[in-house]
């Protein structure tokens, strides 16, 4: 079976470094925060080129405490996509404000920034672009949008570590910005993890009350906030993972540019464009006047893994009940997506084989 995603051979590739780590943290009898974390957030600060990183437990937890941060809370309308995990919205939800979406742009997956503005009222507090699949939202332009209304911006930049906007890091735009460090991220960690970015110092004091209980002093607490901390263990992996990740998202890059070579000429898939500062986190491509979902299921009979992500736009999951319109560039993609395998260590010819199946599936599937 060729999986969605093989991380063996990235484990192979260090793993005397891991080890290494791993005993380090070990031997230093710290296991959440400390020495080991604070290096970490040191680290990634200034790989991303922000001021502050707060390191905890997951990227949704990351958003939860960059949302309460930037002053999100009851009352508040955050807008967003209706194409990301539900993780984005149900951050917006966990903190007391209402989610608004707006659609996708048509030829790309992310939100549409020129639709924004019609989503504007005088409740809005903040936007929350996802950078989905390893995509930059168009970052000039919202904000620019954000600063002329006068709304904050939380980047979910779960996806996109390392990707670029302009040349300027996904996460180091927004006031508060959400990494997530789950283990098939392109910076994957060997459990849960999460990360804020901030470029406010009183936003990074805030973050760190918030992820330790709401107290920057040991038994003094200041308000409600969360067990949220990233542990050493991680950290320590993180830091060796750190050192490679800008190699492991050019190969991510040239696999994707891969198959799109693979794939020109073929009339009903359309490719990604390998836009500038795209991390590809996954690989997707839209199947026109296909049945998609056929077309996944014979992959699979032919051994070869395919993700749909994601099949029900994050508005019309059961836990809104019908509370929003469907809205129809999303609903076209989560019929038309297909994400296919991809990582750092894809060998071309394993690429080839699934290129020359998902083509051969495709003309079946067609002609029935
Ligand atoms: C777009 C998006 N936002 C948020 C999250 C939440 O991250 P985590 O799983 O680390 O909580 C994820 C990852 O699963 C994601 O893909």
């Known amino acids: 079976m060729i999986p969605i995603l093989d991380l063996k051979p990235q484990l192979a590739s260090i793993r005397s470094e891991i080890d290494e780590a791993i005993s380090g943290v070990l031997e230093s009898g710290a296991f959440i925060l400390g020495k080991t974390v604070a290096q970490f957030e040191e680290r990634v600060a200034e790989h991303l080129g922000v001021k502050h990183a707060i390191g905890v437990n997951s990227g949704t937890d990351a958003l939860v405490i960059a949302l309460r941060a930037a002053g999100v809370g009851a009352g508040d309308e955050v807008i967003t996509t209706p194409f990301s995990f539900f993780a984005t919205a149900e951050s917006i939800c966990?903190?007391?404000?209402?989610?608004v979406f707006v659609d996708i742009v048509t030829d790309g997956f992310n939100i549409d920034v020129a639709a924004i503005e019609g989503a504007i009222t005088s409740k809005t507090k903040a936007i929350i672009p996802v950078h989905l699949y390893g995509e930059p939202v168009n970052m000039t332009e919202l904000m620019a949008l954000a600063a002329k209304h006068n709304i904050e911006v939380v980047e979910d930049c779960a996806q996109s570590f390392g990707a670029t906007y302009n040349g300027k890091q996904t996460g180091s735009f927004g006031i508060a910005n959400a990494f997530s460090f789950f283990p098939t991220k392109n910076l994957g960690a060997y459990g849960d993890g999460g990360l804020i970015t901030t470029n406010s110092d009183d936003v990074a004091v805030l973050c760190r009350k918030l992820r330790a209980h709401g107290g920057q002093h040991k038994y003094y607490n200041e308000m409600i906030g969360y067990n949220s901390r990233l542990d050493a263990m991680q950290a320590a992996v993180l830091n060796v993972k750190l050192n490679y990740i800008q190699k492991w998202n050019m190969q991510r890059r040239h696999v994707a540019q891969r198959y799109?070579?693979?794939f020109a000429g073929t009339d009903c898939i359309v490719t990604p464009s390998i836009a500038e500062g795209h991390v590809f986190h996954q690989y997707t491509i839209r199947l026109k006047d296909t049945d998609r979902d056929a077309?996944?299921?014979?992959?699979?009979?032919r051994g070869i893994a395919t993700m749909v992500y994601y099949p029900v736009p994050q508005d019309q999951l059961p836990v809104f009940e019908g509370k929003y319109d469907m809205k129809p560039r999303t609903a076209q993609a989560a019929k038309e997506v297909l994400s296919l395998p991809i990582w750092p260590e894809l060998a071309a010819e394993k690429q080839q084989e699934i290129a020359?199946?998902?083509?051969?599936?495709?003309?079946d599937v067609r002609n029935v």
């Open 356 to 363: 020359d199946t998902l083509i051969e599936i495709i003309e």
């Open 260 to 262: 799109n070579d693979m």
């Open 94 to 99: 966990s903190v007391g404000a209402e989610p």
């Open 295 to 301: 077309v996944a299921a014979k992959m699979k009979q």
